[in-house]
T-cell receptor, first 113, second 113 residues
């Protein structure tokens, strides 16, 4: 079965410093992977997706992620955090048959001034 | 129109009430989904509709009754709910049930008294 593990439940950064949110996946086939962001009391917004094309994926709001098959990782990065980046971030993999999304437990990003 | 809309935004109901949640998309997507999200947890899949037919029911109690009247509209009928059913209910859609990407609505915050 497919699964993702988000290695940090909380990450705290200062505004203007780099962001790293870690995600490892487990999949029996070449997976599709996503990062979604959820601001408080809001729905989920897709940040970026990997679907077996380029391994470095650029998303919205300056975020990017690199698919590393050898490390089974799909970490999310941003060079410089903004206060508006404070939110919950979910790493997601598609299930066999692709009908379901399998969510990680989420990482809460805190950004201080 | 590239968004999924949900109404109402907030709903408070008693355990004997009957209410409905509504979800709408006009992107021509043929798959629609209901998720339940408890606080500080990832979304949990409830139902998947593909071409207006129920294709996945994740063993959801019968007090939740989904309905897909047409390809743009998805309802969730609620009856005899319990306080533990209080949660954020998210709707999503995708071009096909096997599509990689799902588009989420803002959710309905449900409180059961």
């Amino acid at each position: 079965a497919q699964s993702v593990t988000q290695l940090d439940s909380h990450v705290s950064v200062s505004e203007g410093t780099p962001v790293l949110l870690r995600c490892n996946y487990s999949s029996s086939y070449s997976p599709s992977l996503f990062w979604y962001v959820q601001h408080p009391n809001k729905g989920l917004q897709l940040l970026l997706k990997y679907t077996s094309a380029a391994t470095l994926v650029k998303g919205i709001n300056g975020f990017e992620a690199e698919f590393k098959k050898s490390e089974t990782s799909f970490h999310l990065t941003k060079p410089s955090a903004h206060m508006s980046d404070a939110a919950e971030y979910f790493c997601v993999v598609t299930s066999t048959g692709f009908q379901k999304l399998v969510f990680g437990t989420g990482t809460r990003l805190l950004v201080s001034p | 129109d590239t968004e999924v809309t949900q109404t109402p935004k907030h709903l408070v109901m008693g355990m004997t009430n009957k209410k409905s949640l509504k979800c709408e998309q006009h992107m021509g997507h043929r798959a629609m989904y209901w998720y339940k999200q408890k606080a500080k947890k990832p979304p949990e899949l409830m139902f998947v509709y593909s071409y207006e037919k129920l294709s996945i029911n994740e063993s959801v109690p019968s007090r939740f009754s989904p309905e897909c009247p047409n390809s743009s509209l998805l309802n969730l009928h609620l009856h005899a709910l319990q306080p533990e059913d209080s949660a954020l209910y998210l709707c999503a859609s995708s071009p096909e049930a096997g599509s990689n990407e799902q588009f989420f609505g803002p959710g309905t915050r449900l409180t059961v008294l």
